[in-house]
């Protein structure tokens, strides 16, 4: 009876499936192709009562080659003797040697090798990095009986690894992090010269790791905690300003790493022109690796001096060794330009074990009655990513604190945490804002993980948007220029809005949501809201430049074909570039607003011969609905194939398209609803663009 339980467990851990997927260590899939939700399996497992059955066959052998790995080599998985083979024999890993069988990092079955059924075969399998020993074994019959146990193996991880930048909050600072398998002395070699790394820091602390016992609950302090390595933290200090220095890391009793290279922090000052990466909700698969590839370019090729990422980062959810294929991931850039985080409901949110929070919220953390905070870290509550960066250390740690970067001033707030007035983290915030020296630092980017806006149809979270909007919208008004935000897996901005009414440019927060890193997409439709000025439920992040001290562009980049599929000016409010002019000379309103939608500049929503706009007074233009005059504006038309004018806006699916859309139609093709009785008739006229 006690077997076939197991039997019916095991087989249901293969078949769920979650939302936001935690794969499995060997990111195993099911027949459809879908990744298989490891965390089922840790939570399964946390259930289990250890079992270290063994019922060793003698003339079964299990061995792998080699025994001795470097992080994402392949091992050769090799067994052969086993008598009376079945299909649901399967070959676990096991971290470390003393792990019960109840306890397996991941497994596969023995039939996915042809010769399985004459008891012998070998299966190759990628090992990601770990500090300490493993073992593979061979289970019988889908239970938890051992019947042949492989050699131990270890890694071989020489050098320093999961390195990364951030800054300090000190303009002639840079901090490197690392982590090593050893606790050992370490330093950061670096120049001006690649061949003259003449200058040495060293960490003013020793290294540190964290436990099991360090976590909320499971599965993050049982089944899922693997151990994290020794993590390091050297902070380069005295640097020029934009400068570009080379370094390495040396760590005692390792091999030195290879050469690389940051450029340091510019000094502040008001007309400093930059451009940075945004997006938030990454993980590490979906469109995880088309994020961090992009982002490669945007710093090697395209110049971005930072990367900013609010929350929700890797996914681990309690599976610890997502974390190391995260940091592995972003490293190629994180190791050149500054990568700042800030804290997501899947790195904090819980219901037990307050007294690990590492933000010492008191109780279980915030769960407001308006809220649907749960227990989204899976045990986590913040420890990994409290243990693994450091950010500017004047609020509270990586939860909540800000920066300036030439001339921007950075707020990273925590959505996860109390933000009412009163609270330790409004009473920081309402400081914060009240000292940026605008004559420095002209713009102000506030930055969290849950948004403010946004008309996506989950009711749960939108009542969290209107419980923030209550808490501390007043706060931000007139104070902070652009926010971004991430948790809906999406991307959608926001108009310059106030209290659900568009403002003029500069005069209110554009509020971005940028989830769409790579976390599985979202499917539900849109409330009807005039504010929203564009949505795409797409892979893509943002690109953000800062021009001048008066104009900063927007641009989101849709990483399945690298275009930018939307953009827009965000401006200072009275600034000549944001008025607009039409043909006759009349100046657009802004917002203007057309059948309960609000729009900036030039827009063509009925597909007329000419872009127009509703225009300010009525001693200009063409008089029109509601006693507003209108004109056109000298801007290019958006036309199709056969010569037709595009709606631009119009809406489709419940969705609303500022262009042609690949929307249902074959790949490779585009189109959008017309103007007049042009193109093919359907719901309304089309037209292939």
Not at 357 to 367: E, I, M, V
Not at 635 to 656: A, D, E, I, M, S
């Amino acid at each position: 009876m006690m077997l076939s339980r197991k039997i019916l467990v095991l087989g249901a851990i293969l078949q769920a499936v979650a939302s936001d997927v935690v794969p499995t260590y060997f990111k195993r899939r099911l027949s459809n192709g879908s990744l298989v939700d490891g965390l089922q399996q840790l939570r399964h497992q946390a259930s289990l009562i250890p079992d270290h059955s063994r019922r060793l066959q003698a003339d079964a052998e299990l061995s792998v080659t080699p025994t001795s790995l470097s992080n994402d080599e392949p091992i050769t998985i090799s067994w052969h003797g086993v008598k009376d083979p079945l299909s649901n024999d399967w070959i676990g890993l096991f971290c470390p040697p003393s792990a019960p069988n109840t306890n397996y990092m991941d497994y596969f079955f023995v039939n996915t090798v042809d010769t399985y059924d004459k008891g012998f075969g070998n299966v190759t399998q990628a090992m990601g990095v770990m500090r300490g020993d493993c073992e593979f074994r061979y289970l019988v019959n889908n239970s938890y009986t051992a019947i042949a146990t492989s050699q131990r193996i270890s890694w071989n991880q020489t050098t320093p690894y999961h390195m990364h930048l951030s800054l300090t909050g000190q303009v002639d600072e840079m901090r490197v992090m690392w982590v090593a398998n050893t606790n050992t002395a370490a330093r950061v070699h670096y120049g001006t010269s690649p061949d003259a790394l003449d200058q040495t820091a060293s960490s003013s602390h020793k290294s540190w790791t964290y436990a099991a016992s360090d976590m909320c609950g499971p599965p993050a302090n049982t089944t899922g905690f693997v151990d994290p390595g020794y993590m390091h933290s050297v902070i380069v200090a005295a640097l020029k300003p934009k400068t570009r220095y080379y370094y390495l890391i040396q760590q005692t009793g390792s091999d030195n790493t290879s050469v690389m290279s940051f450029v340091s922090s510019p000094e502040t000052k008001a007309d400093y022109t930059f451009q940075f990466v945004a997006y938030a909700d990454m993980g590490i698969v979906g469109g995880a690796q088309a994020t961090a590839d992009a982002s490669l370019h945007e710093v090697t090729v395209n110049g971005a001096e930072m990367i900013v990422h609010p929350g929700d980062i890797s996914y681990a959810r309690g599976a610890a060794h997502i974390w190391d294929t995260w940091m592995a991931m972003i490293e190629p850039y994180a190791t050149k330009v500054p990568y700042m985080v800030g804290i997501g409901n899947h790195e904090y949110d819980h219901t037990t074990g307050g007294d690990k929070d590492p933000s010492n919220a008191t109780g279980t953390g915030f769960h407001p009655a308006w809220g649907d905070f749960g227990d989204d870290s899976d045990g986590e509550c913040g420890v990994p990513m409290y243990q693994r960066f450091k950010m500017p250390d004047n609020g509270n740690s990586l939860f909540w604190y800000s920066y300036d970067y030439g001339s921007v001033h950075f707020i990273m707030m925590s959505s996860e945490h109390d933000c009412s007035k009163g609270s330790q983290q409004y009473t920081w915030l309402e400081r914060d804002l009240n000292t940026v020296d605008r004559s420095k630092t002209p713009w102000v980017v506030l930055m969290a993980h849950r948004p403010m806006y946004s008309s996506e149809t989950y009711l749960g979270d939108y009542e969290v948007a209107v419980g923030m909007q209550h808490e501390f919208e007043d706060l931000i008004y007139q104070k902070v220029d652009l926010a971004l935000y991430g948790h809906y897996h999406s991307h959608e901005r926001t108009c310059p809005v106030y209290r659900n009414k568009c403002q003029p440019p500069g005069e209110a927060p554009v509020h971005i949501v940028i989830g769409s890193a790579g976390a599985s997409l979202d499917g539900d439709g849109l409330y009807d809201k005039n504010w929203s000025m564009f949505f795409d439920n797409d892979f893509g992040y943002g690109r953000v430049t800062v021009a001048n001290t008066t104009a900063m562009h927007w641009e989101y980049v849709r990483t399945k074909d690298n275009r930018t599929v939307n953009d827009a000016w965000i401006y200072k409010a009275g600034v000549p570039e944001a008025t607009v002019t039409t043909v006759n000379g009349c100046k657009c309103q802004q917002p203007w607003e057309n059948d309960g939608h609000s729009y900036y500049n030039c827009w063509n929503p009925d597909g007329e011969a000419k872009n127009w706009c509703y225009v300010q007074g009525t001693d200009c233009g063409t008089p029109g609905a509601d006693n507003q005059h209108w004109d056109f504006c000298d801007t290019p038309v958006l036309t199709t194939k056969h010569n037709c004018t595009c709606q631009t806006p119009f809406n489709y699916g419940g969705l609303r398209y500022y262009g042609c859309t690949d929307a249902d139609v074959d790949a490779g093709q585009s189109w959008c609803y017309v103007g007049g009785e042009c193109g093919t008739s359907g719901a309304s006229y089309w037209d292939y663009c």
